[in-house]
């Protein structure tokens, strides 16, 4: 910028010695842990209640398969305690976020021109709205159209003599279900961060509408990375994600710099 367009789009920061942009760190820092550890203390009293939220869809595909309630075990006599700890960890990182991305606008702000508080704030509004978009995603479409599919192999009478029924561990279900929607709501972040680079000149919507079947290919091979190995959720991550990629065309095309005729 030169010296008219900092005058006209100002820098609202006043000039700081290194040691108070340390001591501003530290504050924004104990501000997101103490958010942490509060959402960490309040979802571990509520964590049997959010065990069971995420245990729903599991229960309710048991249920209407079998006609009868069925359970998930664990096999070490830690496992329990240390399945709630996750549970609580993964509902406070969900739940804290906001108070995590606002401590680092708030650290970061100051040192933006107007125009770039005004470009980066829909960016900061969508990536959680994203997120949690992914994340129900998986839970209410995704999960239940997996587990149907995993329990069409069980045999309540036996081919053999033996039945073959699940006994999920409770561990690996929650640690499945979690990982699943952490990857799905950071699967949906994807038009922000093309946005962004357009945004940038990184990239452009040209240049992704060029390399369209690339990334198509490219989307299967990711949810086929972070996804269970069955066609059900990696389809289900891979086709948002080209819906997501489209949307993303569009955005670039809206954000970039359109090239000056001399």
Request: aromatic share 16%; proline share 6%; hydrophobic share 55%.
């Given at each position: 910028?030169d010296?008219?367009?900092?005058?006209?789009?100002p820098?609202?920061?006043k000039?700081?010695?290194?040691?108070?942009?340390?001591?501003?760190?530290?504050?924004?820092?104990l501000?997101?842990?103490?958010?942490?550890?509060?959402?960490?203390?309040i979802?571990?009293?509520?964590?049997r209640?959010?065990?069971?939220?995420?245990?729903q869809?599991?229960?309710d595909?048991?249920?209407s398969?079998?006609?009868?309630?069925?359970?998930?075990?664990?096999t070490?006599?830690?496992?329990?305690?240390?399945t709630?700890?996750?549970v609580?960890f993964?509902?406070?990182?969900?739940i804290?976020?906001?108070?995590?991305?606002?401590?680092?606008?708030?650290?970061?702000?100051?040192?933006?021109?107007?125009?770039?508080?005004k470009?980066f704030?829909p960016?900061?509004?969508?990536?959680?709205v994203l997120?949690v978009a992914?994340?129900?995603?998986?839970?209410?479409?995704?999960?239940?159209?997996?587990?149907?599919f995993?329990?069409s192999?069980?045999?309540?009478?036996?081919?053999?003599g033996?039945?073959?029924?699940?006994?999920?561990?409770?561990?690996?279900?929650?640690?499945?279900?979690?990982?699943?929607?952490?990857?799905?709501?950071?699967?949906?972040?994807?038009?922000?961060?093309?946005?962004?680079?357009?945004?940038?000149?990184i990239?452009?919507?040209?240049g992704?509408?060029?390399?369209?079947?690339y990334?198509y290919?490219?989307?299967?091979v990711?949810?086929?990375i972070?996804t269970?190995?069955?066609?059900?959720?990696?389809?289900?991550l891979?086709i948002?994600?080209i819906?997501?990629?489209e949307?993303?065309?569009i955005t670039?095309?809206?954000?970039?710099?359109k090239?000056?005729d001399?």
């Amino acid at each position: 910028m030169d010296s008219q367009d900092v005058q006209e789009d100002p820098i609202n920061d006043k000039p700081m010695p290194l040691l108070d942009h340390l001591i501003e760190l530290r504050t924004r820092l104990l501000w997101s842990m103490g958010a942490f550890l509060i959402c960490f203390a309040i979802c571990y009293y509520f964590s049997r209640g959010i065990y069971s939220f995420l245990a729903q869809p599991l229960a309710d595909i048991l249920v209407s398969k079998t006609g009868q309630n069925r359970r998930l075990i664990f096999t070490a006599l830690y496992e329990a305690f240390f399945t709630y700890l996750k549970v609580a960890f993964f509902g406070a990182a969900f739940i804290s976020f906001p108070v995590i991305a606002s401590q680092v606008w708030l650290f970061v702000a100051p040192g933006l021109y107007r125009s770039e508080k005004k470009a980066f704030l829909p960016f900061l509004v969508a990536t959680p709205v994203l997120f949690v978009a992914g994340a129900a995603l998986a839970y209410y479409f995704v999960f239940p159209a997996a587990w149907t599919f995993f329990l069409s192999f069980e045999s309540p009478d036996g081919g053999g003599g033996l039945p073959v029924q699940l006994e999920a561990k409770v561990s690996e279900y929650l640690g499945l279900v979690m990982r699943l929607i952490f990857a799905f709501g950071l699967a949906f972040q994807l038009p922000v961060l093309l946005t962004l680079l357009a945004k940038v000149n990184i990239i452009s919507s040209r240049g992704l509408k060029k390399y369209r079947r690339y990334a198509y290919v490219g989307m299967f091979v990711v949810a086929a990375i972070i996804t269970p190995p069955d066609v059900i959720t990696q389809t289900g991550l891979a086709i948002p994600l080209i819906a997501l990629y489209e949307i993303s065309i569009i955005t670039a095309g809206w954000v970039e710099t359109k090239p000056v005729d001399v």
